[in-house]
Structure formats: C-alpha cells, structure tokens
C-alpha cells in the first residue's frame, strides 16, 4: 500500500495556532499525529511525505520516525532544513528511505507527480496525471487534478493522518476534473 502526507511539523508549536490545529502542545500533537499515521499505514507500506516533515533537530526526528509504520519516502519542504543537513546520515541510517525536492511514481497507467508546492500545470498534467502538494495547509484550493495532502487539509479528510492510494483514486474519481493543458487551446 502507498500512502501520501505532508506538513506533519512535528515538534513545531506555532503551527497549532497557525493551522488551528485541535491540540493544547507540542506533545500532544505530536502524540495524536504518530496515532493517526500508525491507524493507517502498515510496516510494509511506502509513505511518501511531501514535506515540512518536522521543526526539531535530526536527533528528534529519529525518535519520531523510529515511532512511525511504514518506509517514509521524503520530498522537502521549505521547513526541511535540518533533514537537508543531515541528508546522507539520515538516508544511511534508514531514517528515510529516499529523500529529494521532486519525484513522480506509476501506479498502474496514473503518473502522479509529487512536490511540496501546489502548480497551475505540472509534468503530463494534460494526460491526466495527478499532483500530490502540500505546504497551503488546507487554503489553496485543488486545482485540475491536483490536491493538498497535507494533514491540515479537509479536502479528502479530516482526521490529520496520510491518504491511501486507493482514497487519492477514489478522491479523484469523484470530481468532475478536467485535465490541465499547458499548451493552451489547440484546435
């Protein structure tokens, strides 16, 4: 199973206030985040966390991730600057898996896109592929077959943990979508 997040900001204090996130602390978010994504994901699944992983030092985040189900695949986030630091340490450890500013993957004939920011057109947006973005917190609204994935967004749900594969399909099955073409009319 292949799961998507973003904007976790563990350790991060303002972002409750900023995000009107449901918590009184830090820790009690932190608590209810690494909850919501254990619910969720299994060991064997593959998380594909779109950034603003977490507002700490590397040693924090070790402790968060070795809490966490599943093999985290890091796309950065403008709030990654301590994982970017620690880059080849973390990737040596196994704390992630993979870490980059962009990716795509296939799931079967879908080519979705992967980056920390929301876009306007995107690689093969005009056949149809899908961008996973994070970094609005819930207050870009989707654009073509684009959508937030960040925990802070109620597009898909409410419930501040990562969406399946399957809820991203469904999610995009639902919406009477048209495909973003950059190339403008062509008759």
């Known amino acids: 199973m292949i799961h998507f997040t973003s904007d976790t900001h563990w350790h991060h204090a303002n972002v409750i206030e900023y995000s009107n996130r449901p918590y009184s ?26 950034g603003d992983f977490a507002f700490c030092k590397a040693q924090e985040i070790w402790k968060i991730t070795s809490r966490l189900k599943g093999q985290i ?7 990654d600057k301590k994982i970017v630091e620690r880059q080849r340490e973390l990737l040596h450890h196994g704390v992630f898996h993979t870490i980059q500013h962009y990716a795509e993957i296939d799931e079967g004939t879908q080519r979705i896109v992967l980056f920390h920011y929301g876009a306007r057109v995107w690689n093969k947006s005009h056949y149809g592929s ?31 943990r990562p969406y399946s594969m399957d809820e991203i399909i469904s999610y995009m099955g639902k919406k009477d979508i048209k495909c973003v073409d950059h190339h403008g009319d062509r008759k």
Request: net charge negative; glycine share 10%; with cysteine.
């Open 25 to 50: 602390s830090v820790e009690e978010m932190n608590e209810a985040l690494i909850a919501n994504w254990n619910a969720v994901v299994n060991d064997g699944d593959v998380v594909w966390h779109l």
């Open 73 to 79: 695949n890091l796309v950065l986030g403008n709030h």
């Open 130 to 160: 899908i961008l996973l973005y994070g970094h609005s917190h819930g207050n870009l609204p989707p654009w073509g077959k684009s959508v937030d994935v960040g925990v802070d967004c109620k597009e898909i749900s409410d419930e501040y």
